[in-house]
Structure formats: C-alpha cells, structure tokens
C-alpha cells in the first residue's frame, strides 16, 4: 500500500510538473493581422465526445511543451488541432498530441490559432509560430532546420497549405523572427481535410506541390468522409518527386486523435513515430 502511494505521488508530482513546464508564447507583440481586438480565447460549452472546443481565438499564441530532461533529440513539431477552421479540438488533436509527442522525447508546440472561419488569419499563425520557434530552437535545445508540423483534419489543411505556401509572404514583418524561413522541415498530415476541392476533387488548387515540398506523412482510411484528401496529396507529392509515405487503413472514421478504441487511432502512431526516426539523427 506505501508502494502505491508513493507512486501516486510521484505520478502527481510529475502531471503537476508537466503542466509548470508549459509556457504560452503570443505569436503577435503588437496588432494582430486582420484583427481589431485581442481576447482572451472562448470555450465553447459543447464538450460532447469529452473534447475541449476552443470556439473563438483573436489573440494567437503557442504552447510550449518542452522534451523531458535528458532527451537526444533535437526535432520540434508544432501541433495544429481540427475543428473544421470553426474551433479548435484543443485536447483531442493538441494538448494530447503534444504530450505524446514528450513522451517520445521530442519538444512540441500547440498552435492555438484564429478561429472561427479565419483562414488567412490561421494562415499567418503557423507561418509565424515556425519562424518564432525557430528564433527561440537554441532555448529549447532543438535543431532549427528540424521543425515540423503536424495537423488533423482542418489542422492538416492548415499544415499542408504552410508546407506548400512557405515562400509567399502572407503579413507584413513585425520583428527579426519574420526575417527566418517559414518552411517546415516535415509534415505529418492525419486524417486531413479540405486538399481535394480541385475540379473532380483533385487537389485544392492553393496547395502549390514540387519537388521542394517537405517530407510528408499520410494517414486516413476509407470509410473517412474527408479521406480523398490524403490520397490527392499523396499522388500530387509522388507526381512531384517529392518525399512521401501514405498509410491509407479501411476503418476508423474522422476525429479520434489518440484516444483509445479505435483501430486508427492505434494504428497511425507507431508508423508516424517509425517514420520520425529519420529526423532523430543529431546533424
């Protein structure tokens, strides 16, 4: 029984340890693009499916989980959570993400981007938080040429339009932070959304694929409403020569993150962690 009670006590200390660690970065130091107020984020009161909905966001920022102590690696991800660009699904496709991504060792950024239906604004917070993390990679002890994104479903649309929209100038540059590449050096796209709206559901014609497109990772399955998107990206990346991997499983649906008792949501994070090895490697 002390056994026990000891451990609880050290798995206490080290959730309350966790949630002291994480820091939130405002992504704007002045005006924010587009915006003529900076609030507080709302929740939204609908919590069905036990999930935390963000359902306004003027005030961008990022929240910063850093990799436990002692940790080799030195690749970041920025996490950007579904929501349908309506709200944010902050802890199934964020917080939680985020956290496995430190159980793994690697450090992880959740993007608390503009929300509702502010595509452009979200646009420009992701290009602005990888320039920021990448002008703060040394206090956080990551390589600044190792930092991805990750999203789900209308996040995913986010993350692919930031891996192909990287050299367009979306906002006026505030600081030195904005003088930084906006490229993500890999993206993983899970159960994304929104990258088939091309004529015949081809790929959404904003998404600009070359050969210079980061490193990608798929994940979707058959019987997912959306899951024609991960398949045009993935074909729009291999007719580009440039680096992809597709995971495409009959069964899982849309919106299940890492939670447990879906056969998808078991499945895409040991191929996404298999595939983030090649990262793993210190330059």
Same mark, same amino acid.
């Given at each position: ?172 540059? !505030?600081? &030195?932070?904005?003088?930084?590449? *906006? $490229?993500?050096?890999?993206? @993983?796209?899970? #159960? ?39 398949? !045009?990206? &993935?074909?729009?990346?291999?007719? *580009? $020569?440039?680096?992809?991997? @597709?995971?495409? #499983? ?34």
């Amino acid at each position: 029984m002390k056994k026990v009670f000891l451990l609880c006590i050290m798995m206490s200390a080290g959730v309350n340890m966790m949630a002291q660690q994480v820091k939130n970065i405002p992504l704007w130091p002045g005006n924010v693009p587009g915006e003529t107020v900076k609030s507080p984020m709302k929740t939204s009161a609908d919590n069905s499916g036990n999930v935390i909905r963000i359902s306004e966001v003027t005030d961008p920022f990022i929240s910063v989980y850093p990799a436990p102590a002692g940790s080799t690696k030195d690749a970041a991800v920025i996490v950007c959570p579904g929501g349908g660009y309506s709200i944010l699904a902050l802890d199934l496709e964020g917080t939680e993400i985020a956290k496995w991504f430190n159980s793994l060792g690697y450090t992880a950024f959740v993007l608390h981007y503009r929300v509702p239906q502010k595509q452009l604004g979200a646009l420009q917070d992701v290009q602005r938080a990888i320039r920021i993390v990448r002008s703060k990679a040394a206090d956080y002890h990551i390589n600044p040429e190792k930092i991805g994104v990750l999203g789900f479903s209308a996040g995913g649309s986010l993350s692919a339009r930031a891996s192909t929209l990287y050299d367009v100038q979306q906002y006026t540059p !505030v600081d &030195a932070a904005d003088q930084l590449s *906006a $490229k993500p050096a890999f993206t @993983l796209l899970i #159960y994304p959304a929104y990258l088939d709206k091309g004529t015949d559901r081809k790929l959404t014609p904003e998404l600009k694929v070359n050969a210079a497109t980061p490193p990608t990772f798929l994940f979707a399955t058959a019987d997912d409403p959306y899951g024609n998107s991960a398949l !045009v990206m &993935a074909g729009a990346m291999r007719d *580009a $020569k440039a680096p992809v991997e @597709l995971h495409f #499983y009959n069964k899982g649906g849309h919106g299940y993150g890492l939670r447990p008792g879906n056969p998808a949501a078991a499945a895409w994070p040991g191929l996404a962690q298999a595939w983030l090895k090649q990262f793993d490697k210190k330059d």
